[in-house]
């Protein structure tokens, strides 16, 4: 068993490493359990240009690298694992993961969360054969082609204008009748002569036998269906918090993420939460960041409360 450490932070996202910065700071051992490559879903846009302190913008993995490495600097460890379950213990928690089990006197969950799907046919048999839940990572791949994004929020809107730089003409459907991201994307959609928007429009299916060939749509207004010629599918909806690990152990909100305090507490006393996994965060990386310091400084305070940690 690794540890015990002062906490274990699940996570690996700019919320999950800024608290791990403040709590390695703070001269408390911190481990932070990440599947994947330390960054989170910011990995996943081509450029960052709302984050104070940058202001021609900043490539996401360069930004998150700094996070990383300011975070080592104060002591803070990165394991390559999984939380895949979380209970109490003599000391305090217990995480299980893949490669082993983490023993802790506090936990931050930071988990983020994962994108939604449409949930029609055809979509998960062609996912990565033309269905993408990623602009940056496969718009290269439909240059010269034409192609649709799904989605009418502040990410859609983004993924549409990225994609311009690849696609041929791009379809943007939404199933309202006004878009729900910033006036200044759409603005900027309403600009761009490639994209051709479709309101109260839904998917209704993915057609092709290998690849994306077309989308099925229904006109929410009329009732009428149609077919689209397409070669990729972008599907910007949203996403899901990553809380499967703590359903029935923390109090969830209706849409599946961590009910928390003012201070980040959970439902159980010694676990705190930030960034998209709770329901205090608005999905932006400044507001993940000041959530996963302010859970640091709310463990610094819970365990300045607890009695000491053998040595």
């Not at 109260?200 to 009428?224: F, N, P, Q, R, Y």
Request: charged share 20%; net charge neutral.
């Amino acid at each position: 068993m690794n540890g015990p450490w002062d906490v274990v932070i699940a996570g690996a996202g700019p919320a999950g490493l800024a608290a791990a910065l403040y709590t390695g700071r703070a001269r408390l051992s911190t481990a932070v359990l990440e599947r994947g490559m330390p960054g989170g879903q910011i990995l996943l846009t081509d450029w960052v240009e709302n984050y104070p302190g940058f202001p021609s913008g900043v490539a996401p993995f360069e930004l998150m690298q700094g996070f990383r490495k300011q975070a080592e600097t104060f002591g803070a460890g990165i394991v390559l694992d999984e939380a895949l379950s979380i209970a109490t213990s003599a000391t305090g928690f217990i995480l299980k993961g893949h490669s082993g089990e983490y023993e802790a006197r506090s936990v931050i969950v930071a988990t983020g969360s994962a994108y939604r799907r449409l949930g029609v046919e055809g979509e998960e048999r062609l996912t990565g054969r033309g269905v993408s839940y990623c602009a940056v990572c496969d718009g290269a791949f439909f240059a010269g082609r034409d192609i649709a994004v799904v989605g009418g929020g502040d990410n859609a809107l983004k993924e549409a204008l990225f994609l311009t730089k690849f696609a041929k003409t791009l379809t943007l459907i939404h199933r309202r009748a006004t878009f729900r991201g910033e006036r200044i994307y759409q603005e900027r959609v309403a600009a761009n002569d490639k994209i051709r928007i479709r309101y109260d429009t839904i998917v209704c299916g993915v057609m092709g036998e290998t690849k994306v060939e077309a989308i099925s749509l229904i006109d929410l207004k009329s009732g009428a269906t149609s077919s689209l010629p397409v070669a990729g599918l972008f599907v910007s909806i949203g996403t899901r918090p990553q809380t499967d690990f703590v359903k029935g152990f923390l109090e969830l909100n209706e849409w599946g993420q961590i009910k928390v305090g003012r201070d980040t507490q959970t439902s159980v006393p010694g676990i705190f939460a930030a960034g998209d996994v709770c329901d205090a965060c608005p999905k932006q990386i400044a507001t993940a960041v000041g959530s996963g310091v302010h859970a640091a400084l709310s463990v610094q305070e819970y365990l300045a409360r607890q009695p000491a940690a053998d040595s």
